[in-house]
């Protein structure tokens, strides 16, 4: 195989080295009971790095009971937790692939439905059909969307101890064998709603300027990286802009870059948006192709730290183009590896990287190899 592709190409943050620079974007499966893993996840997670995905990143995982979306979100806070991610990671290790983990608490966007029960506040058919309903938490008693419940508003000793939780579930995320660790700080959930101008209407050192609102998650992200092996890579997924006026900008997302490249951040892993429900007219949201690229290059190139790229990047020449034009160092795919666990193999092919099918594992290497040599020989 040759490395002249430089998406299959490896790149190593501080004690960890990917095989490639494809990355499974993490994406929430709200199918955990009691907030467990179960087979689901085993064989979810494990189709990808057979498939040759260089990080496999595990969808958000609650610091705390409270700290769920819904509840079919995974969690990991309790030594009990540990067994299964263990056999999680040794799975995905088993192909050769690393893991990573996205650590999250919900805010107030938690105690919500599924995404295919509506994906909507809890209702009293979702009540009666057995589903646990709790009081979401924020940094101000703001509701997400109208209708949403009033989240209540975190006391700065409730915040030191959600520090506390931050960082032990990193810890058990660490002993379970993750490469790999990755701050939520986006898409409206808790953290991001301190930064954000448009949920965060606190006055004390936690509210107000664009640097009380940076507290907390600055504070975390020390504290991880004190906390965490020197070897552990700390990663952080940004909204990098709110999509709607008067709020989260690019360039607060700039500073913020910079000050949690400071605290020991790794990279920079650049989506967008969350705190706006779909369908709303409000937003100068507007998808396509690579629609979020732009804000990995800017990011990258203004606060010179390594970024991840993410949004509608469709095909292996797409892929391979943002890192030739130095846009960033590493690109996620979901929805595409959704729908085709294998996205990584077939675009060696594509690409005419992997012409004896020595990406695959050699069960299906042979097989397929074999299944070629006869077509080239009708």
Known sequence: ????????????????????????????????????????????????????????TVEQTAVCRRGRITNGCLGLWSEDHLPAFRRLTDVIHSFGSKAAIQINHGGRKASAQRAWQGNGPLTADDIARGEELWQPEGPSDLPFAPGWPVPEAMTLDRIQLLRREFV??????????????????????????????????????????LENRMRLPLEIARDLRAALSDK????ARISATDWIDGGWTLEDSVVLAERLKEAGV??????SGGNLLRGATNSNLARGPLYQVPFAETVRRRANVPTMAVGMIRTGAEAEQV???????????????????????????ELGEDPDFSRWPEPYGWWLSKWAKALAAV
Request: aromatic share 10%; with cysteine; net charge negative.
């Open 1 to 56: 195989m040759s490395n002249d592709y430089l998406i299959f190409s490896p790149i190593s943050f501080r004690g960890v080295t990917l095989p490639n620079r494809i990355v499974l974007s993490p994406m929430a499966m709200y199918i955990a009971e009691e907030a467990a893993l179960n087979d689901f996840h085993m064989t979810h997670y494990g189709k990808f790095a057979m498939g040759g995905v260089g990080l496999v």
């Open 168 to 209: 032990q579930t990193a810890l058990l995320a660490e002993r379970a064998g993750f490469d790999i660790i990755e701050l939520h700080l986006a898409h409206g959930y808790l953290l991001q709603s301190f930064l954000t101008p448009l949920a965060n209407k606190r006055t004390d050192a936690y509210g107000g300027s």
């Open 232 to 235: 552990t890579p700390i990663f």
């Open 266 to 271: 790794d990279l920079i892993d650049c989506s």
């Open 323 to 349: 890192l030739r034009d130095g846009k960033a160092d590493l690109v996620a795919i979901g929805r595409q590896l959704l729908f085709n666990p294998s996205w990584v193999q077939h675009c060696a092919q």
